[in-house]
């Protein structure tokens, strides 16, 4: 059976992003009758493949300490006879993805471009994959010789763009959406963290605008977040205000709003998939490039870095202002982008090397 080797990592530094799009790709595998072995370093990254019925090899060693990896690694290859590697981290470097690279197949998710991978495979499914456009790539000077990959990685297969996108199952089939007359409902995330309290500040604005009290808001704020006591203490005062624990899955409260305000991560991905109309502000050095290219192609509204003379009111006028016409177009340009085969056109590119 053909057998693809994941190595990556869920803690609380990485959170569960390159985790989750990693179960994603090992389910499609298995779907095509492959195999998904994952291949952590701790024993709390184990657990999620584990749920979800793929086999793991635990280190049992420190989760960031590669170039200690690099002859653990070397030894593992050639003892599983590894045919195919995809490494999904951050933290990996230059020496060590050089060394696993001399004896298999590596693929690499890289969607910062920090610099030039040794490895058989760059995976890059977002919306600038194949070059920021324009306008998003005037948006910083360091940007305009970002995301070259055809240019910079000459003998590398590439694997770019949105088509590529591991839609999670929940998500499929894709259904067009109905766009309603009026906002009514409106989803507000900002992901793992919201160490600026953007949540704690919209609100504010919210609840003092006389014009949003017939406007339903969920807020999705896990137990960790850091203003949730404060956020609860104020929805107890509004009834169109919502706050609800991180959800397994957005799916369901997606399809039940009208409209996202969100930071430039992976939701606005998921988002696609359900044409959901999005507001989108950053918080963050790697959001830029999702929320410039959104923006720059109507695909969602930028409202800024909310790091840098962030205007709440501004996103406030934006809510108000976002006509059907507006969320229909939007909502159909959105779901041109995610058509929910991604994870398996990437496992099927990644098994044929596991011959």
């Given at each position: ?5 994941i190595?990556?990592e869920?803690?609380?530094t ?6 989750a799009?990693?179960?994603?790709i ?10 998904a072995?994952?291949?952590v ?11 979800r ?7 049992n060693?420190?989760?960031d300490?590669?170039d200690?990896e690099i002859?653990i690694?070397t030894?593992?290859?050639?003892e599983?006879n590894?045919?195919s ?5 951050y ?19 890289d969607?910062?471009?920090e610099?030039i ?11 600038y994959?194949?070059g920021?456009p324009?306008k998003?790539?005037q ?7 970002k995301?070259c ?9 590439l ?7 591991p ?9 067009k ?15 793992g ?7 704690l500040?919209?609100l504010?604005?919210?609840m ?19 203003d ?13 205000i ?8 957005l799916?369901?409260v997606m399809?039940q709003?009208?409209i996202?305000i ?6 606005l991905?998921e ?8 507001i ?6 790697n959001?830029h ?8 192609e ?11 003379n ?6 406030i006028d ?7 016409d ?15 085969k991604g994870?398996?056109r990437?496992?099927k ?7």
């Amino acid at each position: 059976m053909k057998t693809l080797y994941i190595r990556t990592e869920a803690n609380k530094t990485t959170a569960m992003g390159h985790m989750a799009r990693c179960l994603t790709i090992a389910d499609a595998v298995k779907m095509l009758g492959g195999r998904a072995v994952f291949i952590v370093a701790e024993e709390g990254s184990a657990k999620f493949p584990k749920e979800r019925g793929h086999e793991v090899i635990c280190l049992n060693r420190r989760w960031d300490d590669f170039d200690g990896e690099i002859e653990i690694m070397t030894s593992l290859i050639k003892e599983k006879n590894i045919k195919s590697l995809l490494v999904d981290s951050y933290y990996v470097n230059e020496a060590y993805m050089t060394a696993l690279n001399k004896l298999t197949y590596l693929s690499y998710i890289d969607d910062l471009y920090e610099r030039i991978w040794p490895v058989s495979c760059i995976i890059n499914y977002s919306i600038y994959a194949e070059g920021l456009p324009e306008k998003a790539a005037q948006s910083s000077e360091d940007s305009k010789n970002k995301f070259c990959y055809k240019k910079d990685y000459p003998e590398t297969d590439l694997i770019l763009g949105t088509k590529y996108f591991p839609l999670r199952k929940e998500f499929i089939p894709i259904v067009k959406r109905e766009i309603p007359e009026n906002i009514k409902n409106v989803l507000v995330v900002t992901g793992g963290s919201d160490i600026y309290h953007f949540m704690l500040n919209i609100l504010v604005h919210i609840m003092n605008d006389s014009g949003l009290k017939d406007v339903n808001f969920n807020f999705i704020c896990g137990s960790f977040h850091e203003d949730r006591e404060k956020l609860l203490e104020m929805a107890n005062d509004a009834d169109n205000i919502k706050i609800l624990d991180t959800q397994p899955s957005l799916k369901e409260v997606m399809d039940q709003s009208d409209i996202m305000i969100s930071a430039g991560g992976t939701t606005l991905y998921e988002a696609a998939s359900c044409g959901l109309p999005a507001i989108c502000f950053s918080f963050a050095d790697n959001q830029h490039y999702n929320v410039w290219s959104f923006n720059s192609e109507g695909y969602a509204i930028y409202a800024g870095d909310v790091r840098n003379n962030f205007s709440y009111p501004g996103i406030i006028d934006m809510l108000k202002s976002f006509d059907k016409d507006k969320r229909q177009l939007m909502s159909e340009k959105l779901q041109s982008l995610v058509d929910g085969k991604g994870a398996e056109r990437i496992a099927k590119h990644l098994l044929d090397k596991a011959k």
